[in-house]
């Protein structure tokens, strides 16, 4: 399996930009995807990334680069909301099967 | 509207007891999944379909049991050889099973002992 690693926890203030890193090992990598989680509940789907580079929707953006193992999520703007946990992960074969990070829990404060 | 239906929400297990998490969609996808979450953990993948009639064991299979005997449904049975079943269970649905398509989720089930 990959070893995904992701930073437990990240605070910043409601209007600021986050960045969230996100690095992994893998083999037979086909993308990247990045979930929100808010507390107690499902992860929704954010954003995919398979070519390297940066994808922008909105407010949040991902990056990735597959040589380097990297990508982060750029979170812009911060709304109270936008506090939750943030998972990324990476496919582990063609079959879709994922391995997640164990998220990156971002406070936003007044 | 589409979605996936997770139930009950809440469970309870006795000891020695096998309980069923139910899981529906009505996505029309071929993909279904079950994750297991521990407080502060990422998801683990127990077993996942890609077709009617197939499953395959995940990375935390053992202690778990599942069917998928119609394309909008995969139960999953917690059973009394799952010593630790105190967590958050989720089942996710993926149009097909390659790289690329978004798994989506149900609400999710949560599991405690008696």
């Known amino acids: 399996g990959q070893n995904i690693d992701q930073p437990t926890e990240m605070t910043a203030t409601e209007g600021a930009i986050v960045q969230i890193n996100c690095t992994y090992q893998t083999s037979g990598f086909n993308g990247l995807f990045w979930y929100q989680q808010h507390a107690g509940e499902a992860p929704t789907f954010l954003s995919y990334?398979?070519?390297?580079g940066l994808e922008e929707k909105g407010r949040f953006s991902s990056f990735l680069s597959r040589s380097k193992g990297y990508s982060y999520l750029l979170l812009k703007e911060l709304q109270m909301k936008d506090s939750a946990s943030y998972l990324c992960a990476v496919p582990t074969d063609s079959w879709g099967k994922l391995q997640f990070g164990a998220g990156t829990q971002v406070v936003v404060t007044p | 509207d589409g979605g996936i239906t997770q139930s009950p929400k809440y469970l309870f297990r006795k000891e020695g007891q096998n309980v069923t998490l139910s899981c529906e969609q009505n996505?029309?996808?071929?993909?279904m999944y079950w994750y297991r979450q521990d407080p502060g953990q990422g998801l683990r993948l127990i077993y996942y379909s890609q077709i009617v009639n197939d499953f395959q064991k995940g990375d935390i299979a053992e202690g778990y049991s599942v069917s998928r005997e119609k394309k909008e449904s995969f139960p999953l049975t917690v059973t009394s050889a799952q010593k630790n079943p105190t967590a958050f269970y989720l089942c996710?649905?993926?149009?097909?099973?390659?790289?690329?398509?978004?798994?989506?989720f149900g609400d999710g089930t949560r599991l405690s002992i008696l």
């Open positions: 996505l029309n996808h071929d993909a």
């Open positions: 990334n398979v070519l390297d």
């Open positions: 996710a649905s993926s149009m097909d099973d390659r790289g690329g398509q978004p798994q989506h």
